[in-house]
């Protein structure tokens, strides 16, 4: 399992803690700061779901007037992570 850290840029979250397994599923993912209720929603969606599958649904969403949001930063962390 290889674990993970990523600084958001954009959001009211400083970062993103998470793990991908061997199968590249997430496991574990922890948002530092922001909105602990939609971050907690958004971590318990994503547990165990292929990582690929979720930065592609996830890419492009963003918050209010932002060019970004918590679930795009998850996408392009995800992104970072498996290339």
Do not use: W
Request: aromatic residues 6%.
């Amino acid at each position: 399992m290889s674990e993970h850290k990523y600084f958001c840029e954009g959001t009211c979250s400083r970062g993103i803690e998470f793990e991908i397994d061997e199968d590249g599923k997430l496991r574990n993912v922890e948002f530092i700061g922001g909105c602990n209720g939609n971050a907690n929603g958004i971590c318990r969606l994503v547990e165990g779901q292929d990582a690929k599958s979720i930065a592609q649904t996830l890419k492009g969403t963003t918050c209010g007037f932002k060019e970004t949001s918590c679930p795009d930063q998850l996408s392009r962390a995800i992104e970072e992570a498996i290339r």
